[in-house]
């Protein structure tokens, strides 16, 4: 009994020590990068070592097995409600989203064993909730060869997810499970923050981190200054001071850096363009791909400590503000559906880089880029970081979807739209869209070949509601979502990713010889049409030598033409 009692103490003090928990990782002296089980594993053995963690099993991945979300508080309490009713900052941490960057990975690990230890300590007014891997799939189909730009670790994951996805492009569009398991933890969590740890491809310079903010103009209200003015500067200077300088991401694969560059614009299918839509302040880390993996790891851990620091002294601010642009969207009548940088504005920033050379290729024989490591520069650089409103529209006072839309209501739901049926049958008076011209890309992007460039035009008109068709108030948090999902010329809307296609085929059709006896009825009747098409005879040369493009203008502008072709199936209701 005595032998067993000490090695029981034995154990004891190796896991309250940290030496039970050393990650491979540090076993591996920086070179190495964990599996995914050995990850889970990691966390479970810290689970039973502290109080202040705890493992939640949530939602599935694409590869099959499901998510463990780690929560960490001082107190032990592990509800976010109650967090945000405590006025605790909630900090979300993504790691693996692109399991072929895993620095973030590793260093959460790192960070939450030295917190679940005291060998560092967590302010009072911060809890943590850490998504290990997001990207499980990819994961677990390592590699040492698809990253061939990055200077380690000696094997890694993968972009593609289970389905081939890549995860950081399906915030919004939520193909995957993944994404459909993560907006379900995100709204759970509501966080104050989001980082969403990354490791960039591109040009090179002296920095191994990066940061990429929530584009501050498109975030809006009082947080979109508070980041640009307040939180990011504080960021930079917190960093400095850790002995890890860090600039804002770099935003070209290779070009001049001293020339500058134009910031990140982070659509709703990015992770920080997706918070963006719920008021959170987000954040993607970019350490530069050529730095050593152990560096890259630390610098990591590094920033995610500093914003714990930075959010833990503002997190007055950041409710408050947070707060406010939540009530101020409610009140807004016209909301931005796309943002484009201004030219004319910039924030310049001092930057350490490396002068951009040429030399002739010893395989193609042709001039080819280099960044000369033996001439480091340091020199004020511009950061384009403004952007304006590229489009508006018009809140209107609801959405009207017909029950047959469920890929579009089960999307909503997922995002915790609140909405009601319709409880019989209903003639409602409503705005329609009508796709007047789009572009539909040639080429597969993410499972989908986009529409883009999409114009409409509009008209009142009573339609035919069945019951059970859903109405959506947008008078609600998910305000800003809403617009940005449902009206079809947002830059990352259901209509931009193809969920809606099926409007823009005509199902019905007419036989020339069939359709020329009725036509000739019709214009007998319509005069009017009669003359608009004679109108077009004599103005469209190639029109009046068309005879099928003759008889397909009087279908289209007759009652047989299909009401359902190009009308946007998403109706909306001004009062």
């Known amino acids: 009994m005595r032998i067993f009692i000490f090695l029981l103490l034995c154990i004891g003090s190796k896991l309250t020590s940290g030496q039970f928990l050393l990650t491979t990782f540090e076993k591996s002296k920086g070179k190495e990068t964990t599996t995914y089980a050995d990850c889970i594993d990691f966390y479970q053995r810290l689970d039973k070592v502290s109080t202040k963690i705890t493992i939640k099993k949530t939602g599935l991945s694409d590869a099959g097995y499901p998510y463990h979300l780690i929560l960490y508080s001082n107190d032990g309490k592990f509800d976010p409600a109650r967090w945000h009713h405590e006025h605790k900052i909630v900090i979300l941490i993504i790691n693996g989203i692109h399991p072929g960057e895993p620095d973030g990975i590793d260093a959460s690990m790192l960070l939450l064993r030295d917190l679940s230890t005291g060998k560092i300590r967590i302010p009072e007014n911060i809890a943590l909730a850490v998504i290990p891997i997001y990207n499980i799939g990819g994961a677990l189909n390592r590699n040492s060869f698809s990253r061939v730009n990055q200077d380690g670790p000696a094997s890694y994951g993968f972009r593609g997810n289970a389905q081939n996805l890549d995860l950081n492009r399906d915030f919004t569009k939520n193909d995957s499970r993944n994404s459909k398991s993560f ?135 950041i409710i408050e503000k947070k707060k406010h642009d939540i009530d101020a969207d409610l009140q807004k009548a016209e909301f931005a559906l796309s943002w484009k940088s201004d030219g004319s504005k910039y924030d310049s920033i001092f930057f350490k880089g490396y002068t951009a050379s040429y030399k002739l290729s010893d395989i193609t024989g042709q001039q080819r ?25 018009a809140a209107p006072k609801a959405y009207l979807v017909p029950q047959g839309w469920y890929e579009i209501i089960d999307r909503l739901k997922n995002n915790g739209v609140q909405m009601h049926r319709l409880l019989r049958d209903s003639l409602i008076d409503v705005e329609t869209y009508h796709i007047d011209a789009y572009n539909s890309a040639p080429e597969a992007y993410e499972k989908h070949h986009r529409n883009t460039a999409t114009k409409i035009s509009t008209s009142l008109q009573p339609i035919q509601f069945l019951k059970g068709d859903y109405i959506i108030n947008t008078d609600q948090p998910a305000k800003r979502f809403l617009i940005e999902m449902l009206e079809p010329a947002g830059d990352d809307s259901y209509f931009s990713w193809n969920f809606l296609d099926a409007i823009l085929q005509e199902k019905e ?67």
Request: aromatic share 16%; with cysteine; glycine share 4%.
């Open 509 to 575: 059709y007419y036989n020339d010889y069939r359709w020329e006896d009725v036509a000739i009825d019709y214009l007998k009747e319509h005069p009017e049409l009669k003359t608009e098409l004679e109108e077009r005879k004599k103005t469209d040369t190639a029109f009046a030598h068309d005879a099928p493009a003759q008889l397909n203008f009087i279908y289209k502008n007759s009652p047989y033409y299909e009401n359902a072709h190009l009308r946007y199936p998403i109706y909306r209701l001004n009062n």
């Open 183 to 317: 907006v379900e933890i995100f709204h759970w969590i509501d966080p104050d923050i989001q980082l969403d740890n990354h490791v960039s491809d591109g040009a090179d310079h002296q920095y191994t981190m990066t940061l990429l903010s929530t584009q501050w103009n498109k975030l809006g209200g009082e947080s979109g200054r508070f980041i640009h003015d307040i939180f990011d500067p504080a960021l930079y200077m917190a960093m400095n001071k850790k002995g890890w300088p860090m600039c804002p991401y770099v935003n070209f694969e290779e070009g001049d850096t001293e020339k500058g560059w134009e910031a990140f614009y982070d659509a709703p299918r990015y992770s920080s363009g997706y918070a963006a839509l719920f008021h959170t302040i987000s954040y993607m880390s970019e350490t530069h791909m050529l730095k050593p993996f152990s560096d890259r790891v630390r610098a990591t851990y590094a920033l995610m400590q500093s914003i714990i620091e930075q959010s833990s002294i503002h997190a007055k601010e």
């Open 369 to 393: 880029l280099f960044y000369d490591r033996r001439k480091p520069f340091e020199k004020s650089v511009r950061v384009y970081n403004y952007f304006s409103a590229g489009q508006w529209v």
